[in-house]
């Protein structure tokens, strides 16, 4: 029933005051001095408490800020020049390459020319193996050709002249004979031929 009371009261406390115009904006003068109180001594625990607290918050922000904004440009200067040395190095590598290309080329051709002079020397080589070795058989079968044609030459002029040329001194002589006659008609023909 007090609850009840209470509004019915402060109704008709309303009711008695009336007020009028531009005062009726106005606060009572007890408020302003009791809301003025309680205004100072928010403000001074505010002044004292909240507001160190708030600053060293943001202080302290403020701080990381500023120390990330030093990292960041100080990685970003470390980065440039470790891309400044990246692109050293590759040119540096680029040049080291061109010029083992250039000596592996200079290279290449000294080698080439050494196999070629190699290989000019071997077919020289091979060439006047090959030509002693056919020099050897032409003598060989000279010799060989003299032997048979002079027993053949021998037994032949024997049939005809119907003596014996069992001497060997005979027998060389006319094997000589026949062979340079031979000799003499083979170097005319090649005369002619020519």
Partial sequence: ?????????SILAAESETVEGWRL????????????VVLVVIAVVFYKLVLPKFQAVLD?????????LA?????????????????????????EAARIREEARTEAGQIVAEAREKATAEQARITETAQ???????QQAAVS?????????????????????????????????FLDDLDAQTTATAGKGN
């Fill in 1 to 9: 029933m007090i609850g009840a009371a209470l509004p019915a009261a």
């Fill in 25 to 36: 904006l106005l606060p009572a003068s007890y408020d302003i001095v009791w809301s003025s």
């Fill in 60 to 68: 302290e922000r403020t701080e990381k800020i500023e120390g990330g």
């Fill in 71 to 95: 990292k960041a440009a100080s990685a970003q200067e470390e980065a440039a020049a470790a891309k400044a040395e990246y692109e050293q190095q590759l040119q540096d590598a680029r040049a």
């Fill in 132 to 138: 002693r070795q056919i020099e050897a058989e032409r």
């Fill in 145 to 177: 050709l003299r032997a048979d044609v002079g027993s053949l030459a021998t037994e032949l002029a024997s049939k005809i002249v119907g003596e014996s040329l069992e001497d060997e001194a005979r027998r060389s002589r006319v094997v000589e004979r």
